[in-house]
């Protein structure tokens, strides 16, 4: 008999008893609703062990990558230590600024130490709590490689949060966090000829982290990055992202200025927004993968452009850098 396992607590599964009615049975209030697999209200994630195939059936790559499946259809035949996803977003992490630096004029690098484990993958995003304060950041470190979890913050004028990361917080201070949450991953698609990120701003954040996991990750088909700011000085990372155009053959970085000061030379700049130099570079998406980060407008009008050369939906990543509703 294959045991459930939440919150520590380990759980016998009867005879053909889904992972659900496990739970329901020993007092777990799981969420559920129409118990045939349709309606996905009892999706949640294995944190140990593999959900079966049947249970993972209709739900997206990209959360059959991150463990999720639909519990009143999984009967799995190894033991299974699940979250509820609800859980998993209300963990608040008490992380440690280890590092302030700044990227340019208005960019600022955060570097957080976690004391537990903090799994999560490139590109998905956070919450930090100012208060009663909450507000998104992208990950921009990949896990194996970066010791300390990385986020670009930019100073938006008059932002209370990113003016506080900026000028109030000191490096030893503790801060709140929940996550990771979001989809905005790379995760291998067979079928997939190439991947292509656009970016502004600190768009370039999550895609910092998706374009260094495809490539550690082996692929080999082509990997276009655009990244758009409007002054050459609003770039950041050119160096970086230079050197690791040099040392993977299938990968291309565009760095993009839409309005520099007139008559100034663009020397190994591209002129234009991210998103149409990306598509003079690369005008058929089909088959392709695409990361969308930054400006809200931005985001959108990309994702309805590359979905009109041909990219699928399911492959097209989108976080629009949404500000929070004022309260
Ligand atoms: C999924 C996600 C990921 C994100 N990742 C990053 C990231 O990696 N890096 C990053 O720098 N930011 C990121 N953001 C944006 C970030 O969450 C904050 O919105 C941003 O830092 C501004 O917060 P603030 O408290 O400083 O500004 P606020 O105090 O919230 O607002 C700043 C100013 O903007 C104005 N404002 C509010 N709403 C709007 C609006 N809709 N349009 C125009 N102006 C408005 C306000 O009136 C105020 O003057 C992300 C957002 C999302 C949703």
Redo the contacts with the bound molecule.
């Keep these: 008999m294959t045991k459930v396992v939440y919150q520590g607590r380990s759980f016998e599964r009867l005879d053909d008893e889904s992972v659900l009615r496990c739970l329901l049975r020993n007092g777990i209030r799981a969420p559920y609703s129409c118990e045939s697999g349709a309606c996905q209200a009892c999706t949640m994630r294995a944190i140990n062990g593999t959900p079966t195939t049947v249970s993972q059936e209709d739900l997206k790559e990209t959360q059959k990558t991150l463990g999720y499946f639909k519990a009143c259809v999984c009967r799995p035949e190894e033991d299974l230590e699940v979250t509820l996803l609800d859980d998993a977003q209300k963990h608040k992490y008490q992380m440690e600024v280890v590092e302030k630096t700044l990227l340019n004029n208005e960019i600022l690098r955060l570097r957080l130490a976690c004391d537990e484990p903090f799994e999560y993958r490139a590109g998905q ?1 956070i919450n930090i709590f100012k208060g009663d ?1 909450i ?4 990950i921009a470190s990949l896990p194996g490689q970066d010791e300390m979890l990385e ?4 100073r ?8 506080w990361l900026s000028d109030g917080v000191q490096l030893g201070d503790p801060l709140t966090v929940t996550g990771p949450m ?1 989809e905005c991953f790379y995760h291998e698609a067979e079928s997939v000829e190439g991947v292509l990120a656009v970016g502004t701003g ?1 768009g370039l ?2 895609l910092w982290g998706i374009v260094r996991d495809a490539l550690t990750q082996g692929y080999e088909k082509p990997i276009i990055l655009c990244h758009g700011a409007m002054k050459p000085e609003n770039l950041y990372y050119v160096d970086e992202l230079r050197e690791l155009e040099a040392r993977y053959e299938n990968f291309s970085y565009f760095p993009c200025v839409s309005a520099p000061d007139e008559g100034e030379l663009l020397t190994d700049l591209s002129l234009g927004f991210p998103n149409d130099v990306a598509f003079m570079k690369q005008p058929s998406l089909a088959k392709w993968q695409g990361f969308l980060c930054g400006h809200p407008e931005m985001v959108n009008n990309t994702k309805r452009m590359a979905f009109l050369a041909g990219a699928a939906l399911k492959n097209i990543h989108a ?8 309260t």
């Design positions: 995003f304060l507000r998104s950041y992208s986020f670009h913050i930019k938006v004028p008059g932002g209370v949060v990113s003016h979001g600190s954040a999550p976080d629009p850098f949404v500000m929070a509703s004022p």
